[in-house]
């Protein structure tokens, strides 16, 4: 009887082994977590940037004599408007520079932020006047009025809330906030080939800004971003000068640009 218990109990251990040798192995699943984007982060950047500066203009003649309102509306007694317009040109060049913020991730998939940068800038522009009078009341026959106008924006900055859509280590964001920036404005002029200005003004302005822009994570700290950026910064006087004889020149820039970026942003 044992010795038929013995060989039963013996049976049974090998089938179980067998049974569970045919089972199949199953392989622990390991989740990859999504990439946090919550937190400080700093980085540089670089692009170009470009756009029409304008430089509305208006030149002042005294009234020639016996004509009344011979021209425009006369801004004063014994003075007519000989020339008015705008010197348009389109100015261009590169931009770099730095940039820091702070990121916070909601439910998963919105993000927002606050970013501020500081950029250098090599955006510049030239134009150039020539007013010559057909009718010979103002100027001499054959002579002109010539000025050349020229602003380059030195230096920007902006502070932007950021609102965008996160998928794992991809984000699409807009922004849009507050600029300021420095330029440089430039004007010489000669009448009939005497110079009578030669200046330069450098502005503090103030505006707007508004753009879009896409960034990824490279690793767990480093992200590459690229993004474009339209910024107003208004208009500004750079030049009402006297010439004597009755002329007076008066200018202003009209600054507005795009930027085009890349750069790389560190988290910490």
Known sequence: MRTRLLALGATCVFATGAVAADLPIIEPIYSTPLYDWNGFYAGINAGYGGGVFKHPFQLIGPEPEGEVGAALVPPGPGEIIFATGSADVT????????????????????????????????????????????????????????????????????????????????????????????????????????????????????????????????????????????????????????????????ADSDVAFHVVRAGLNFQF
């Open 91 to 250: 100015a261009g060049g590169f931009v770099g520079g730095v940039q820091a913020g702070y990121n916070w991730q909601w439910n998963q998939n919105v993000l927002l932020g606050i970013e501020a940068d500081i950029q250098g800038s090599s955006i510049d522009g030239r134009v150039s006047l020539n007013i010559t009078d057909e009718t010979g009341e103002f100027l001499p026959p054959g002579e002109s009025a010539d000025f050349d106008l020229g602003t380059r924006l030195d230096w920007f900055a902006t502070l932007r809330p950021r609102i965008g859509w996160v998928n794992d280590r991809f984000v699409v964001y807009a922004t849009g906030g507050l600029a300021w920036a420095q330029t440089t404005s430039s004007i010489n002029g000669t009448i009939v080939g005497q110079t009578v200005i030669d200046e330069s003004i450098t502005n503090d302005r103030f505006g707007w800004t508004i753009g879009a822009g896409i960034e990824y994570a490279l690793t767990d700290t480093i992200t590459f971003k690229t993004e474009y950026l339209y910024t107003d910064l208004g208009s500004e006087q750079i030049v009402d000068a006297d010439f004597g004889d009755g002329f007076n020149f008066s």
